[in-house]
């Protein structure tokens, strides 16, 4: 493995990593300092390296460094971290203060690149320092997007609550290590049938304890229940542009991070374990949904919003990936879908919320937003469209993602342990999407049917706009032509599966794991089979 | 055919669906900041560079042999499941897609460019022209859609696109309320027929398993469905009789055709392009595509011929009697579409095809004339307000001359001869029918001349204030262009010329109207056993009769004016119903809307009452678990983090020791 290969592998995150650095350096060199180009060297660096992650991101046949290994679900959430990082740099272009936009902006780079880590991450240590280089910088992120105590609030909230919940995850790791007798990933299932790591065996307290904790760690970036407490009070808190942003980022690799877990089991746990999901999958959708209704303010609101995007999406996760089938029957791909899409459509009503002032603050409630329409055809427009997708409906891709995530937990095989409890879990899902309409339509309702206060104002320069847009045209592109991105998600999924069961070389070697060995096991269905054949 | 004229046709086929919305994206998105007064331009690149597109596409096919000038082109799968599409966007490129795609782009060409100068007053565009000339573009593409679709579902999609462009351009004028009400009238009635035509294609689905055009029509050929057993009885003619609802709808036809004549509210290019010549012939496209299913029932082919007859007497008798020209026209419209329907339940499908592309010319052409002369009238088009105008619009008067003369039938003139063709076909499946034909042309000949010598002869008088002036010369050009086709088009489908229209035609209908109509002594056959000189004849009455219809109407209207009033007095009854429409919209409204209405403020009152009650309940409960939810939501730190190591706690205890 030469020391070029290794560089050209990761590129993306080199030019981040370095990136981040100059644009720290950028910020307070000069004099005065050239804060004015940060925006611009930091969306340079993004592109570059979405350039990179494009051109030579291919998966790896194993280990790039130890603890390090390239699968094609890097590759993919690679570049959707990336192109969303790109949106989130648009959007908060003018954020904060010139004389702090250096540090801003390299919060942002590092953050991005937390998620990249994540996302090649083969090891729980490295794991859990890619999930915190993911968050540590969005606490600071929070505290300088704006000059006031709310935001000192939230960030000091979501700093603590943050910390708590890496103890958490760090806690419950140190479990998985004592069951499995290592910390690399995709050699947990060695573990399964070759040593105490067993469900059936001693280890199964252990390995459920420290499973569950780390569930709950991960649930705290993905803001599931009952840790999504912080979620309202920090989103109102921050800065709108960097509220977009800790939608999204977090999510990603939180999501990405159980995407590992998971795999790390074969998708394989155990009934207990999967109907912890299930409720907390059920909870998570209805509480998010149910609190949003009350909401006037429009950032508290897309918080619950976002506290049920992550039930929906635990809904596929739970339904696991089917080889080759494509998200409209895999949930690990539909997953990957949507979050994607998720991204921009939650990061467009953000930006629709930076581009405008009223009364010398920035809009936040449904109030301020009444009467844009008028004075803002075009921005209303936008508005319009990402809260349709978010409701999920046509013509925006926020409808195929919900298709996609329905569809899989409807279309689960009989074989599925949890075949009929995911039917049930589906239909709560469409329930509460049609809860969810009626607060997102108070939204639309705002801005195109009230004007009676109708004192918003177009403030945001050109880069917020141009996020706006770009934020809003994939998702009517991706309606129109699904095609690409699904076949990305697909396959990234493939990977999910080869990367841990097809080319680990133990598997290869020893039998064939699973419910031979282990009864209590979750029988694997046919389509695991397939997968588990080496 | 090659790969290499696939390439083409799909190259060409994606350039007629592309070019007119990017028309209609860039004309919506800076019409009203950017290009103002210049957005005809971008909407006439679109709707040109498809009519381009379409030329070239039907010139690429001529290359190919005649017998295999049908392709689908798969462009792209939108959704897919494993490896099963789910619904696949392809066109479907064949000599019947190729007529319309001429007829609707071209026709459209010629709208787009006359809007330029109708559209505006005095060189100062009206309100909302970007918006309308947006809108125009998105007809086209919303047709060439419906027309290209390789599928039921597409087809369905072009079909609700077109109602929707349809509603928003009658609606154009949003503020006048008789506005706003036809394009509510003309969208609701139409979603009577569409909720037919939505049926129809659920129970093909059910029926068949698919959706798309060859795979549907092959398995109704062979009598079997998807799995292999026989189609069950009657099946097949209650699909063809669900998409017959929606064709009714769409084309105006009875009982549905109550709106077309209120969608003349809207702009008259609007009524030019959308409601004579193009989109109202969707229902017959549509028809002959699905060929096969119904020559396959019989019944439906019997159905849909008698409605074509019956509306086509039917909207003839009421255009006797109206005075608002433009109406005139929607009536005559419906009574033609009507021939059209009349010509495929008699199994004579190329002859619709042909009297659709016929009629498009002279319609449109009479239509364009008449918003030349509302243009000049100050917005006024009823007959009573003014006449004599030949001296004052002398091009204008030329060219509705000429488009009257062949929507009348006039020999030698393109409406002539398809629609001699029509009635000849009908006289010789169902003679009654046929006759009704012949009736109507006579009616249609007489009342096209009852407007032409009301509006262009006798003394010149305009409504005050008006200022009589004659079109600008981008209102002139389609003029002048669609008068020589509605004297030329006719040609492309005489025995003279080889009847190039019909056998270019004929691969399409070969296995489908030409087959099963053989069967029923349809006229195809008899031409070759001397049925010629019988057409002979039938062309040398019709045109008879047509001329001697003008001539009364000449005497009606020019020479003896008086006796117009006397027929009105002798028969007050048949006058008074025929000049309220048989009373049609009045019956509606007694039996749907007033009902409806009534129904409706009962399940106000049950709605306001019990299911608010209901709603509110339930809606409750979320509510009060809202305020439940949200005394955790105190803004606590301490309580945060309470609640997260508890929650971890409750679910570890709970999985545990369960």
């Known amino acids: 493995m030469t020391i070029e290969h290794i560089a050209t592998a990761l590129a993306p995150e080199l030019i981040l990593l370095v990136g981040a650095c100059f644009v720290l350096m950028l910020g307070v060199t000069g004099s005065p300092p050239r804060g004015r180009w940060v925006s611009s060297a930091s969306f340079a ?188 009070d920090v989103y109102e808190g921050a800065a709108s542009p960097v509220t977009g942003m800790l939608g999204f980022v977090p999510k990603l690799a939180g999501f990405v991070a159980l995407c590992k877990l998971m795999s790390a089991f074969g998708w394989n746990i155990p009934p207990e374990l999967s109907w912890m999901i299930w409720i907390v999958a059920a909870v998570t959708m209805t509480v998010g949904n149910v609190l949003a209704l009350l909401q006037k303010n429009v950032k508290r609101m897309l918080a619950y919003s976002s506290i049920a995007h992550t039930g929906y999406m635990l809904v596929a996760l739970l339904v696991g990936p089917v080889a080759g089938e494509g998200p409209m029957r895999d949930g690990v791909a539909a997953m990957l879908f949507y979050m994607a899409v998720y991204g921009v459509m939650n990061l467009g009503v953000f930006a629709l919320l930076t581009a405008f002032r009223t009364g010398g603050r920035d809009v936040e409630t449904l109030d301020d937003l009444s009467g844009i329409a008028r004075r803002a055809p075009a921005g209303a427009l936008a508005l319009a469209i990402c809260v349709f997708s978010l409701m999920g409906f046509p013509p925006t891709a926020g409808f195929i993602g919900k298709l996609y995530i329905f569809s899989g937990a409807f279309s689960t095989s009989a074989a599925h342990p949890m075949h009929d409890a995911m039917i049930a879990l589906a239909i709560i899902g469409v329930i509460n999407s049609a809860i969810a309409a009626a607060y997102y339509l108070r939204i639309v309702a705002a801005v195109y049917m009230r004007t009676e206060k109708d004192e918003a104002i177009p403030t945001g320069g050109m880069p917020v706009r141009w996020g706006l847009a770009l934020c809003t045209i994939p998702l009517l592109v991706v309606f129109a032509w699904p095609a690409a991105l699904t076949r990305s998600a697909t396959d990234a999924v493939a990977v999910v599966q080869q990367s841990i069961f097809r080319n680990s070389e133990a598997v290869a070697t020893t039998d064939p794991p699973s419910s031979v060995h282990t009864p209590t096991l979750r029988a694997p269905t046919t389509d695991h089979d397939d997968a588990l054949e080496p | ?515 099963a109509g053989a069967l029923h002594g349809a006229g195809h056959a008899s031409v070759a056993h001397g049925g010629f000189w019988a057409e002979y004849w039938l062309m040398v009455l019709s045109g008879g009769l047509a001329i001697v219809s003008m001539i009364v109407a000449y005497v009606f209207y020019v020479r003896a004016p008086w006796i117009p009033g006397l027929v009105k007095a002798s028969a007050a009854g048949v006058h008074r119903t025929l000049w309220n429409k048989y009373f049609v919209d009045e019956a509606y409204s007694l039996v749907v809307v007033e009902p409806a209405r009534r129904i409706g403020k009962i399940c106000v009152a049950l709605d306001d009452y019990l299911i608010d009650g209901i709603v509110w309940f339930v809606t409750a409960v979320p509510r009060a678990l809202a305020y439940a939810l949200r005394t955790t939501q105190s803004g606590v730190l301490q309580g945060y983090g309470f609640s997260m190591v508890a929650g971890a706690a409750v679910i570890v205890v709970l999985v545990l020791w369960r």
């Open chain 1, 45 to 232: 660096t993004i592109v570059l390296a979405l350039i990179a992650a494009v051109r030579v991101g291919s998966p790896e046949a194993g280990e790039l460094l130890p603890g390090l290994w390239i699968t094609s679900l890097t590759i993919y959430t690679r570049w959707v971290a990336l192109s969303v990082g790109a949106l989130i740099v648009l959007v908060n272009w003018h954020q904060p203060v010139v004389s702090e936009r250096g540090e801003y902006m390299a919060m942002i780079l590092l953050s991005l690149l937390g998620v990249l880590l994540t996302a090649s991450a083969n090891d729980l240590v490295v794991l859990f320092l890619a999930i915190e280089l993911v968050s540590v910088p969005t606490y600071v992120l929070i505290a300088l997007s704006r000059d006031d105590t709310r935001s000192s609030e939230a960030a000091v909230k979501y700093f603590f609550l943050g910390a708590l919940s890496a103890a958490i995850l760090a806690y419950g790791m140190s479990f998985l290590y004592g069951a499995a007798g290592t910390t690399t990933i995709h050699t947990f299932t060695n573990g399964i049938v070759s040593s105490n790591f067993s469900f059936g065996g001693a280890g199964q307290a252990q390995a459920m304890i420290g499973t569950m904790l780390v569930f709950g760690g991960l649930a705290f970036k993905i803001a599931a229940v009952p840790f999504h407490v912080y979620a309202a």
């Open chain 2, 1 to 515: 055919m090659t790969p290499e004229t696939i390439e083409a046709l799909r190259t060409y086929g994606l350039a007629i669906l592309l070019a007119p919305l990017a028309g209609a994206i860039i004309a919506g998105a800076f019409g009203s900041k950017l290009l103002r007064d210049r957005t005809h331009w971008v909407s006439l690149l679109g709707v040109a560079g498809a009519f381009a597109a379409a030329v070239a596409l039907f010139v690429t096919m001529q290359s190919a042999p005649v017998d295999a000038r049908s392709v689908v082109i798969p462009i792209y799968d939108w959704i897919t499941s494993g490896t099963n599409s789910v619904f696949r966007f392809e066109l479907l490129i064949d000599p019947l897609t190729s007529v319309m795609l001429l007829t609707v782009t071209g026709i459209s060409t010629l709208v787009v460019i006359y809007s330029r100068d109708y559209m505006r007053h005095h060189g100062t565009p009206e309100k909302g022209y970007e918006r309308f000339f947006a809108y125009l573009a998105l007809f086209v593409f919303s047709m060439c859609v419906l027309v290209l679709g390789g599928n039921f579902i597409l087809l369905y999609v072009g079909w609700e696109l077109v109602g929707l462009c349809s509603y928003l351009l009658i609606g154009f004028y949003y503020g006048r309320p008789a506005a706003a009400a036809a394009a509510k009238k003309a969208f609701l009635v139409n979603r009577v027929g569409d909720f037919g035509f939505g049926l129809g294609i659920l129970l093909i689905y059910l029926t068949f398993g698919t959706l798309e055009y060859g795979a549907v029509f092959d398995l109704v050929r062979q009598g079997v469905t998807d799995s292999g057993a026989a189609i069950p009885d009657g099946r097949v003619t209650a699909i063809a009789l669900l998409l017959l609802c929606g064709a009714c709808g769409k084309s105006a036809q009875l009982p549905l055709h109550v709106w077309l004549p209120d969608a003349m509210e809207g702009p008259s290019p609007v009524s030019a392009l959308i409601h004579a010549a193009t989109m109202v012939t969707a229902g017959i496209y549509m028809i002959a595509r699905c060929g096969a299913i119904f020559t396959a029932s019989p019944v439906a082919m019997t159905v849909v011929a008698t409605i074509g007859a019956a509306t086509a007497l039917f909207a003839a008798t009421i255009a006797l009697v109206q005075t608002d020209m433009k109406r005139i026209l929607a009536y005559s419209t419906i009574s033609q579409l009507g021939y059209m329907f009349l010509a495929i339940g008699v199994y004579a499908a190329d002859s619709a095809m042909f009297h659709l592309f016929t009629h498009a010319f002279f319609k449109a052409l009479l239509f364009l004339g008449a918003g030349s002369i509302m243009h000049a009238m100050g917005g006024v088009i009823d007959v009573r307000y003014f006449g004599g105008l030949r001296k004052l619009l002398p091009y204008t008067f030329i060219t509705f001359l000429i488009g009257s003369l062949a929507l009348a039938g006039f020999p030698l003139l393109s409406g002539f001869f398809s629609k001699d063709e029509i009635i000849h076909h009908a006289l010789s499946v169902h003679p009654i029918l046929g006759v009704i034909g012949l009736i109507t042309a006579v009616l249609t000949a007489f009342y096209t001349f009852r407007m032409v010598f009301l509006a262009f002869f006798g003394p010149t008088r305009v409504p005050e204030g008006a200022v009589a002036h004659e079109a600008g010369r981008w209102m002139l050009l389609p003029l002048f262009v669609l008068s020589a086709g509605a004297i030329g088009a006719g040609y492309l489908g005489v025995e003279v010329t080889g009847k190039g229209f019909h056998h270019f035609l004929e691969p399409v209908f070969e296995h489908t109207f030409i087959a």
